[in-house]
Structure formats: C-alpha cells, structure tokens
C-alpha cells in the first residue's frame, strides 16, 4: 500500500495563470514623467527583510521582487520571479524555475544561490527580521531560529536556475509568502558591502532603484532601465517627501505640487473634498483587508463570560463610530473584510440592540455592570473612537475607564493580558497578504495567545484552531473553494465565541493629481499600498 | 581661568553622566518592550527571544548601560532598533534643520525683544510702555503649540502669506522660528527694559548728555552697547528652552529636526534614538549654560568667575 | 535680638495688598482667575450640558462638529459634545494640576534649597548638582518619558510636572538661604542653642515667605502651560476628563475648517498662564524687598 502510494506520488505539475488573467497594460500608457508622493512618517528602512511598515511596504515592493507576485489591483497571485513552479502532491515540495535574465541593480545577474540567501537571510536571527516567522513551514526553519542551523535545511539550490523548497507541514498560504516583501531576493554581495545599512543602500531586481535619500526629507527613486518585465515602469522617477503633515500634502495637491498623498484625504478636509465634484472624481475609493476591532481579555472576568462579550457586541453602536470618522468605513459584522476570500457574505453577526444586550448582562449576573478599562492608542482619531465606545458601553451599565497611551505601551498591556479591552485602532490588523488565514494566527489563534502575542484577546479554541490548520494543509489549488468555506467557518464559529466586537473596515480613498494615469484598481491596490508605482503613468 | 574652565567641564561631564544614567534607567522601566516594536505582530515568541539576545536586552540593567556608556565614550551612539540605522547618522542629518530652526528663534526674539525693551525703557511709564509690556507677559504666557497653530492658521491658511508647514527655504522658516521665538522674546524685552533703564540712570550718560551729545546719539553709542551685552549672554541659556519646545512647533510644522526624530522614537520606544537625543540635547543645554557662565564676565565686569 | 528679628518681619500684609491694589494689571489677572476658578467650582451649575454626552445631534451627518450658536453656545467638538461645557470642567483639571503640581513642585523646591542652602558641605553639593543635573533635561522628553511609564491619570500628570518644575525654586530658595544663614540673627540663634529644625522653620523659612509666594504664583503659570503641552501630545490627561490642552488635541484636524475648536481652548490657556503671570510678577514687586523701587 505503501509503495504504491509512493509510486504515484508524481510530481503535480501545474499550469501557470493563464495570461489572460494578468494584467492589461493600458494602450494609451506612456513612459516618462516624475511624480511626487507625500508621507507624514519618516522611512526607516528599505531593506526587505526589515520594513514593515505601512509606507515602505510598497516602496519596498517597487524595489525589490520576489518569487510571486500579484496581478496589479488584484489579490491574485502571479509568478513574479519564478518563470515557473511545480507543488508536489503531498504538497510539501515545491520546486521554482527562475526567469533567466534578470540583472541587480548592481548589473549583476540574479541566480538560484541569491534565493537560498535570501531565505537564510530573513530567517537568520541576527537579521531581526520581524517576518521571520512567516517562514515556519519550511523544513529547518526550527534549528534556525534557536541558532543551531545557519542555512534552510529544506531550501535547496538544484542548478542555478531551479530552486526546491521543502515544507515540514503542508502550508496553503506558501506562494502568498513567497510574494511577501521578506521572501525578497536580494544580492548576498550588496548586503555584505552595506553592512547594517543595507536598508538605506538597497539593490534589488525591482522596476525602480533608489536614486537619492536625504534623511528625514525625501527620497528619489529611478527608473530601472533594466527591468526584466517588458514596457514598466512608465514613471521615470518618483519623488516620495516625508514629514508632511496630511493636511499640508491636501492642500499641495490642490495647488498641483504633489500627486498622490501617501496618508489619504485628512478627516477634516473630505467633506469639502467630495462636496467639490471636480476634486471627487480624483478620488478612488476601494476596499481595504482591514479590521478595526475591540478585544475582550477571554482569560480574566467579566469578560471570561461569553454572555458579557456578546453584551458588549450588542451594545456598540457601529454606525456612529463610522460617522465620527466621515463615513470612511463599513461597520464590520465579522473578522474578515469584505474584499478577503473567505468573507462569510450575508453573515449580520451581532446586531446593536442595547435592550438584549442589558438582558445578557443580567443573565450573566451584571445587572448592574461593572467598572473595566479600555486601552488605546493615544493619536487620533483612536482616543475619540475609544469614547465613543466608552459612551455606548456606559449605556447597559459599564463603566471603562480609558488608557490612552503610547503604541508600544498599548501593545505590550495586550501581550501581557493585563488590558481587559483594547481598541485595535492605529494598529489594527491590515493584512500581510490576501488570504483568511492571515486574520487568524496572530491575532486569534492559540499561537498568539501566548504571552507577548498579538492575540489580545488571549482566545485560544482547540476545536477552531484544528480547523484552521485543516484548512491550511488543503495546499491543492483545486481545493480551493472548500478551503475557503472552512476558513468562513472558522470565523463565524470565532464570533459565537465574540473575543472581538469586529467594528469596521476602513475603505481606502486615495486621491491623485488631474494628471495620473492608469486604471483605478491600480490606486486602491489591496497589495500595493497605497500606489502600485510600476504600472501608473503620468498623462501630459 | 584655566581651572576654572577645567572644573566647570568636569562639572559638566558628571551632570552628562547623570543624564545618560537617569534616561536610561528610565527606558528601561518603561512598560512597554521595545523588541515586541521590532518584532512585529507576526513573530513568534522564540524570534522575540532571539532579537532580545541579538540586541542584548535580555542582559542585566548595568551591563546594559555599561555597554551604553562605553559605545558612547566612544563617540558611539547606537543603532536605531527600527531603522538599523547608526543614530549618530539619523541626528546628523537632522541637526541643521534643528539648528537652522533655533538660529531663526533666536534671531526672532531679539529683534522682537530688544526692540521692545528699548523702546518701552525710552517711553518708560507711558502707555506704550505699559502695552508693550502687557505684550510681553502675552508671549510668555502664551502655549506655543496654540501660537503654531494660530500663525499657521491666519498667516498660512487665510493670508497666504507662508507655507503650510514643510522645510527648505526661508519662507518655510519664518513660522516655526517666530513661534519658538515668541516666548523668549517676552522675556528679552523684560530685561532689556530694565537693563536700559539700569544704564541710563548712569552717570557716564548723564555725563555725554551734560557734555552736549543729542539724545538718539548717546542712546545708540553708549547707552545701547551696555545695555544690550548682559542680554545677549543669556542666549546660551535659552537652548535649554528650545529644547523642550522643538518637539512641539517641529511636529506641527512638519520641520524635518531632532525633535521629530525624537518624537517619533518616543512613540515606537526606539530606545538608542531617544537617548540619542536627549544626550544631544543635554549637551547643548550644558554647554549652552557654561558659554553664558564663561561669557559674561568679558561683558559685564562687575561679575568675577568663581 | 527680638526686635532685630521683629524687624525682618518679612510679611507686611496689610501694605502688601494694598500695593497689590493699586495694580491695574494685577487687578486684572485676580479678575481672570477667579473668574476661572468661578467656572471650575460652578461647572455643574453653569455647564448647559454633561461635558461627556456625545449628542446624537451634536455632529452633521458627515461627522462635522457644529460651529458656535444655537443650542451648543460654543459649537461641539468632534464627538459632538457641547464645547462650552467641556471648557467649563476642563477649568478643573487646569486648576487643580495648576495648584496640586505646582504646590508640590513648591514644597520639593524648598525643602531642597533649603537644605543645600542651610548645610551646604557634601548634603549640599550633592543637592545642587542634582538640580544641576535636573536643569540638563530637555524637560518635555522628560515629563513625555514619566507620563509614558505611570500610565497617565489626573494625579500622576501633576506629579510629573511637579517632579520637572521643581528645579527652578529650588536654586532661587538655595540662594536666599545661604544667605540668610550667614545673617548675624541666625548665627546668634545657633550660638544660643537653637535645633536646627527650628532654626530652619521658625527662622529662615518665614525669610523665605515672599520668595516662596512669587515663585509660587508664577510657577502655576508654567504649570498650567506645561499640562496643556502634555495633553496636546495625547500623553497627559486622560479622556474623556476635560482639559484645554486635549480638547486641541482631539480637534486639531479640524482646526481650519473648526478653528473656534482649537482658538477657543487655546485662548482659555492663554489667559489662565496670563493671570498668574500678572499677578506673579506685582507679588514680585509688592513683596520682595530686594526688586522694590526698581520698577
């Protein structure tokens, strides 16, 4: 039986997104042009293996490329490095054929060995990369996180242009971490000659190369000549100026000086923006794989009590947050957004009744509430959300006091369950890639729960967590709409036990300058945040 | 002299001492983990454990802080956690921005302030000199990030005049430097005030005047030197203010200084950043302290070094 | 010695504050803080609204806070809550961190100065190098790094303050009293057999009185300058407690198309800082000996 399982265990070899998926490159686009981009934060780093931060993730992505990628505007995935890729049936190998041809920055041409690097770069705990753990289904990532490997057993370099990953666990969301910003290929000669400060002399195989950086102020990026995917970038360069505050970044953009600000439309100028419809129609609007969400500590009273934490989903009035911050969202009924495969459609969650929400009190025995705390991050707009929380939750009886106070204070009261509620706002969980099991692991499964995780709430359901990683081993690309219906269940099973009370999910609007060309996908690109710099084009 | 000098820069090397001992005793019983700020919302416990041990967190306080303080004698200030940076290189490039902004403050309150003084001295007990000095209380009662905004407000905004905010050229000074500058001003034209009225009591000018010189003549040869010197000393001490106030008008200006860059840190506790800066900054407060102390005996002989 | 030491009375009340009096400007910061403190005391009276209840009507559909008039006298702010009622309780948090920090800045201050002062030797060297070290701190990155450790509450804001603004009376305090010891009055007392805590309070510290009082006034000044700062940075008072300097904070955003948000808070700063300042400084010139006649 045995052996002939083995002997048709052949190799899957499976077809590659057929072009007509990929994208369609405008015909009326034209290369050329500078465009200028603005930031409040400064950019710490462009080093791949570093950045995860919301403004140098796409700028990082413009640089650098890895294995796969994903069809602009779109979740989907495409082969971005890798020519091709074979996933074998027991879905624990996969071997990529790398395109050939593909030149650094630096001229030199990219080879399997860069790939092999890469991989034991990231994973290398002298590296501090915060996406390391991204990287756990490959076989010997274990001994290279406790220092007893320096290199990735299961990554192995077959001739310079086939590379085969071995997984220790069949691992669904694979090729989504391939496409990661962390899976980047970088050259081991580059990294080596920068030092520590290879996030601030990056070289990647990237559509643009990092021309000038002044510290605190701008940085220009330019054109890869070089690209190895034919007709982009259209842009010449692109000009990013950080430390504008959003509302000043409006107004340049009103006078013509600046072309998209990174930060979006400011709260108090959007009305006046969308009553102009000459200024409206330069907004795009899209979904965004957002969550914003309170947790309730599962682990400590009242709140070990599932009747309370449903009385807490009753009771906020999601209407009313979304209209203290313009309307700029939906109210959220479960984890997942909207625009994220799995997304349970038709799913109401729990509706806002503060009659039912005051009888599960008294059922639970709070009749009379309780005092509690909820914990928030001290910029705006979160303080103001927080007491508009605080305001619903005073209606059937509780009484939270707010701790307002730096991210990292926050975020730490959650890792060490001391925080009771936490509004997730300001670090919100924006996924790392389109697929539903990024929204469980971290942030609501037992691995996160553990002290220091991400998971506030401390939610740890054996039942749920065995059905995520069922879901997780249906590696077969033909498996994926049952996949996808397993992930839904999860979620919904997760808000039977209401850890969360899912709030909203923030609709991006971005605006551009009269002269920005391209589709419109391509400005609220769910991966590309906030621009999909290679395919946009300027139109005078 | 030589002796003095020596002591007060001993003197000022312990106080620095001091410094960098408190602010890091002070990080490092902040409620908050900097490797959770590094590790990000994905990382598994053990690639938390491993950043501690690679960035030495995981060792006792005073190894810690013995490591600190020996990269430091050595001019070594660190590598910012998030940026991977060498901190040296981040103030580096953000110091002239800072410095750009106190040379613009420091100019602001002294053309604002001596002007004030003086005058108010001329017209002493007259109405200009009673409003000029309501004025004066005004600056220095008013909360500098109420004054960024009201200018930022009314000269950016409705006038036009400036820019709204950013850095570069001297347009985009103006504000930030007259709002830093305001507070200090209140206080200039005090002491100018009161200095004049000290040196026109004096008998060398009733002397000029007796001898026949006009009134503007012996107010701009004689009588303004004197009085304008003992002022200018206290310049070093206002870095000490500044200090406190860059944060505050930097970020509402979006001026690309240290203030900023601390700020930002503070909010991320990039914990050689912050101590970066506040050693920054401690230094110039001190020496800022000690060219006042050293300084002032040259302008106002009266005043021996101790 | 009795007259001698009768003479020094330090404190001449009456004269006092009948100097006082004839102060227009001084007359004029009293005015602005009672008027202050009259708001803050009667705020449950006078407040038209509950300065936390988020009105259903108090934003527009957009989510815009409505301008000054109408129901709302000064407008709402950004959560739709009654502006004016929210300035009148926000007098509250000015005051009492504006008096409980500054008190307690006031009795650290001395209680150093007078040591160092009295002692002198190592006690005080160490004092005054420790004030010396304290005035090398950037003082907002420092009262920013407290307020982040004792996780923010009305009470550990005035401590923070007053742990930062303490410095300042203490060096004035240290002068005055070396001094004073080296007085012939209080070499006789010692010479007589007096304790040193007598000495120092019975003696020295009613010497001190007018200093005490001066700094006193305009220490709240700075004081209440510095706890609208730290709530301007989102690191001081927590919501929804009411305080001029985070009513801006929450309503910046707006402040060019709701300027009256940030101005009129901003303006209540001013004038509270303002008072004190006034009020401050004709102490200064009733009181202390040394400015009089100085104009």
Known sequence: MKRLLASTAVMLALALPAAAQDYTPDPNAKPGGTITITYKDDVATLDPAIGYDWQNWSMIKSIFDGLMDYVPGTTQLRPGLAESYEISEDGLTYTFKLRPGVKFHNGREMVAEDLKYSLDRVTLPATQSPGAGFFGSIKGFDAMADGSATTLEGVTVVDPSTVRIELSRPDATFLHVMALNFASVVPKEAVEAAGADFGKQPVGTGAFKLGEWTLGQRLVFEKNADYWRAGVPYLDSIVFEVGQEPIVALLRLQNGEVDVPGDGIPPAKFTEVMADPAQAERVVEGGQLHTGYITMNVTQPPFDNLQVRQAVNMAINKQRITQIINGRAIPATQPLPPSMPGYTEGYEGYPHDVEKAKALLSEAGFADGFETELYVMNTDPNPRIAQAIQQDLSQIGIKASIQSLAQANVIEAGGNGSAPMIWSGGMAWIADFPDPSNFYGPILGCAGAADGGWNWSKFCDEALDAKATEADSLADPARAEERLKLWSDVYTGVMEKAPWVPVFNEQRYTMKSARMGGDDSLYVDPVSIPVNYDYVFVTE | ?306 | ?295
Request: net charge positive.
């Open chain 3, 1 to 295: 010695m009795t007259d001698a030491t009768a003479a020094e009375r330090p404190i001449r009340a009456k004269g006092a504050l009948r100097r006082l009096a004839e102060r227009p400007l001084a007359l004029f910061g009293l005015f602005l803080i009672l008027l202050v403190v009259g708001g803050a005391v009667l705020a449950p009276l006078v407040a038209p609204f509950d300065p936390s209840e988020q009105h259903f009507d108090g934003l527009t559909i957009e989510g815009a806070p409505l301008p000054p008039g109408g129901v709302f006298l000064l407008g709402t702010d950004l959560l739709g809550r009654d502006l004016l009622s929210r300035i009148l309780w926000g007098a509250r948090t000015s005051l009492i961190i504006g008096v409980a920090a500054n008190g307690l800045a006031l009795v650290i201050g001395t209680l150093v100065g007078l040591t160092a002062g009295y002692f002198r030797g190592w006690i005080g060297a160490v004092l005054m190098r420790f004030t010396d070290l304290m005035m090398a701190f950037p003082a907002l990155l420092l009262a920013i790094c407290l307020a982040a450790i004792f996780q923010p509450s009305l009470w550990i804001v005035a401590m923070v303050i007053a742990f930062v603004n303490w410095v300042q009376t203490a060096r004035v305090i240290f002068t005055e009293t070396s001094a004073l010891s080296e007085r012939e009055f209080i070499a006789a007392e010692r010479t007589l057999g007096a304790g040193t805590g007598r000495i120092l309070f019975r003696h020295i510290l009613p010497h001190l009185l007018p200093t005490i009082i001066v700094w006193g006034t305009l220490g709240i000044s700075t004081t209440v300058l510095l706890e609208a700062t730290l709530s301007y940075l989102g690191v001081g008072v927590q919501p929804p407690t009411p305080s001029w300097g985070n009513i801006i904070f929450e309503n910046q955003t707006y402040f060019q198309s709701a300027p009256w948000l940030v101005f009129i808070p901003g303006a209540a700063i001013l004038l509270l800082a303002l008072a004190f300042n006034l009020v401050g400084d004709a102490l200064r010139d009733v009181l202390d000996p040394t400015q009089r006649g100085r104009d």
């Open chain 2, 1 to 306: 002299m030589p002796a003095y000098l020596l002591r007060r820069l001993f003197q000022s090397a312990l106080i620095l001492l001091g410094v960098s001992l408190v602010t890091f005793i002070l990080l490092y019983v902040l409620p908050a983990d900097p490797v959770r700020q590094i590790a990000g919302r994905s990382a598994t416990p053990q690639v938390v454990e491993n950043i501690r041990r690679q960035l030495g967190l995981d060792q006792p306080f005073l190894v810690q802080y013995g490591r600190y303080l020996w990269g430091l004698l050595q001019g070594d200030f660190g590598r910012s956690y998030l940026q991977k940076t060498d901190v040296a290189t981040l103030i580096a490039a953000r110091l002239p921005a800072t410095l750009q902004l106190m040379g613009g403050a420091i100019l602001c309150e002294l053309v604002l302030g001596l002007t004030m003084g003086i005058v108010a001295a001329l017209r002493r007990g007259r109405a200009l000199d009673q409003g000029l000095m309501i004025v004066s209380f005004v600056a220095v009662s008013a909360p500098q990030f109420v004054v960024s905004l009201l200018l930022l407000y009314v000269f950016a905004v409705k006038l036009g005049w400036f820019p709204i905010g950013g850095y570069g050229t001297l347009s985009h000074l103006v504000l930030p430097a007259v709002t830093l500058g305001i507070l200090g001003s209140g206080w200039y034209s005090r002491m100018m005030r009161s200095s004049m009225i000290d040196v026109l009591r004096q008998d060398y000018i009733r002397t000029a005047r007796a001898k026949g010189l006009t009134r503007g003549r012996v107010i701009l040869r004689h009588a303004l030197p004197n009085a304008i010197l003992p002022i200018v000393a206290m310049i070093g001490i206002d870095i000490g203010i500044f200090m406190g106030g860059i944060v505050v008008v930097e970020s509402v200006f979006g001026w690309p200084g240290i203030g900023q860059l601390a700020w930002q840190a503070i909010q991320r506790i990039d914990i050689p950043i912050i101590m970066g800066v506040t050693m920054v900054s401690a230094c110039a407060i001190v020496l800022g302290n000690l060219l006042a102390d050293l300084v002032t005996p040259f302008i106002d002989p009266r005043i021996k070094l101790k």
